[in-house]
């Protein structure tokens, strides 16, 4: 599936854009289609990933859009985190966000 979303700085900061996988089902992130290594299809719950990624007790079928859309955001005000690991800034984003 790869990344659920991604930041584009631009140029200088023109054409700066956010860009949602659209492999993704966002409007039920717990029924969202992926193909495993032997290219058998599968469901991955991208909402239960996303709680236990957080420490969530629960969360809204949206929020984790909406968690992704803020974590890009992040980045156009310098926030970076280490490639494939965006954890530790979705709980920083969770914790003063959502709560």
């Known amino acids: 599936m790869g990344s659920v ?3 584009n ?3 200088l900061g023109i054409g700066r854009s956010i860009g949602f996988n659209g492999a993704v089902n966002w409007a039920d992130p717990t029924q969202t289609m992926i193909r495993d290594q032997n290219g058998n299809l599968g469901t991955y719950d ?3 990933a996303k709680m236990l990624q957080v420490g969530a007790t629960s969360m ?3 929020q984790p859009m909406d968690l992704t859309l803020l974590r890009e955001l992040a980045h156009s005000f310098g926030v970076d985190h280490p490639a494939g690991d965006s954890g530790a800034e979705d709980t920083t984003i969770w914790k003063n966000c959502f709560k």
């Open 5 to 7: 979303a991604r930041y």
């Open 9 to 11: 700085p631009g140029f």
């Open 46 to 48: 991208l909402l239960s």
């Open 60 to 62: 809204s079928a949206e």
